[in-house]
């Protein structure tokens, strides 16, 4: 993705940053790879070390099985992942790459107390008041159509029937990861969170963004922008740039 990788660690593609930069934890969204947050690389890079999460099934892990469920994927993501109290991580998912960072901070902070210092979710609600859907269930062409109306893949890709054979059952598998994911009773953190949303995102209203403050025992803060479920598109700057204030990769004031 950039001159300056560090290689792969199993599911984390790492891109170095200054010596002793803090590190952010990318986690892709339903169907994304880790060439998603390419962007962000290249805006972050020397002020951040930059770790993106490689899901299986897609990019340079296409011929390895998908996840099982989410516990199973978590686990995997928490043993590649580097852990110190002394230098701790940020961790950024969205859409089903925030739930995936949630379970992820439960278990830094347990494997590794101090560890975690903030997780940044975007675009999903908070996984205890998830609403109950079954997109996973649908056939491809309705599964197609939910995609369109996200406006998240090209019309062009979505139109392409190699490319849809190939990334069909990736994507189905994310959303029956994500549909089929129930959390422990009462699952939290201790760390902070930072909440960011569009504000007409059809998966997420800004009030169900929210409940994520009943996830940690800190404090939390919602960023609204305009747009739709890929909202984050179009605002680029304006959240790399947040998330490296909450990184401490800026002098920035951070509020939430």
């Given at each position: 993705?950039?001159?300056?990788?560090?290689?792969?660690?199993?599911?984390?593609?790492?891109?170095?940053?200054?010596a002793?930069?803090?590190?952010?934890?990318?986690?892709?969204?339903?169907?994304?790879?880790?060439?998603?947050?390419?962007?962000?690389?290249?805006?972050?890079?020397?002020?951040a070390?930059?770790?993106?999460?490689?899901?299986?099934?897609?990019?340079?892990?296409?011929?390895e099985?998908?996840?099982?469920?989410?516990?199973?994927l978590?686990?995997?993501i928490?043993?590649?992942?580097?852990?110190?109290?002394?230098?701790?991580?940020?961790?950024?998912?969205?859409?089903?790459?925030?739930?995936?960072?949630?379970?992820?901070?439960?278990?830094?902070?347990?494997?590794c107390?101090?560890?975690?210092?903030?997780?940044?979710?975007?675009?999903?609600?908070?996984?205890?008041?998830?609403?109950?859907?079954?997109?996973?269930?649908l056939?491809?062409?309705?599964?197609?159509?939910?995609?369109?109306?996200?406006?998240?893949?090209?019309?062009?890709?979505?139109?392409?029937?190699?490319?849809?054979?190939?990334?069909?059952?990736?994507?189905?598998?994310?959303?029956?990861?994500?549909?089929?994911?129930?959390?422990?009773?009462?699952?939290?953190?201790?760390?902070?969170?930072?909440?960011?949303?569009?504000?007409?995102?059809?998966?997420?209203?800004?009030?169900?963004m929210?409940?994520?403050?009943?996830a940690?025992?800190?404090?939390?803060?919602?960023?609204?922008?305009?747009?739709?479920?890929?909202?984050l598109?179009?605002?680029?700057?304006?959240?790399?740039?947040?998330?490296?204030?909450?990184?401490?990769?800026?002098?920035d004031?951070?509020?939430?």
């Amino acid at each position: 993705m950039t001159a300056n990788t560090t290689g792969s660690r199993g599911c984390i593609r790492g891109h170095r940053g200054r010596a002793g930069a803090p590190r952010l934890v990318c986690f892709p969204h339903a169907g994304g790879g880790a060439s998603s947050y390419q962007e962000w690389v290249t805006r972050l890079l020397p002020d951040a070390e930059v770790l993106v999460v490689q899901y299986p099934g897609r990019e340079d892990r296409f011929g390895e099985p998908h996840a099982p469920d989410m516990a199973a994927l978590a686990d995997e993501i928490a043993a590649d992942l580097p852990m110190s109290a002394d230098r701790p991580l940020v961790l950024f998912g969205h859409s089903m790459g925030s739930t995936v960072a949630f379970e992820v901070a439960r278990r830094i902070e347990r494997l590794c107390p101090g560890g975690l210092a903030r997780l940044c979710v975007s675009g999903r609600p908070a996984p205890h008041a998830a609403r109950a859907t079954a997109v996973h269930l649908l056939s491809d062409d309705d599964l197609l159509a939910d995609l369109r109306a996200l406006a998240g893949t090209s019309e062009t890709l979505l139109d392409n029937l190699e490319f849809r054979s190939l990334f069909l059952p990736a994507i189905r598998n994310d959303y029956r990861l994500i549909e089929t994911y129930r959390p422990e009773p009462g699952a939290g953190i201790a760390a902070p969170i930072s909440g960011f949303c569009g504000a007409d995102d059809p998966h997420v209203r800004p009030e169900e963004m929210h409940r994520w403050g009943e996830a940690t025992t800190s404090g939390f803060g919602l960023q609204v922008f305009s747009g739709g479920h890929f909202y984050l598109h179009d605002h680029a700057a304006e959240i790399v740039h947040e998330v490296a204030c909450r990184l401490g990769a800026t002098d920035d004031p951070v509020s939430g």
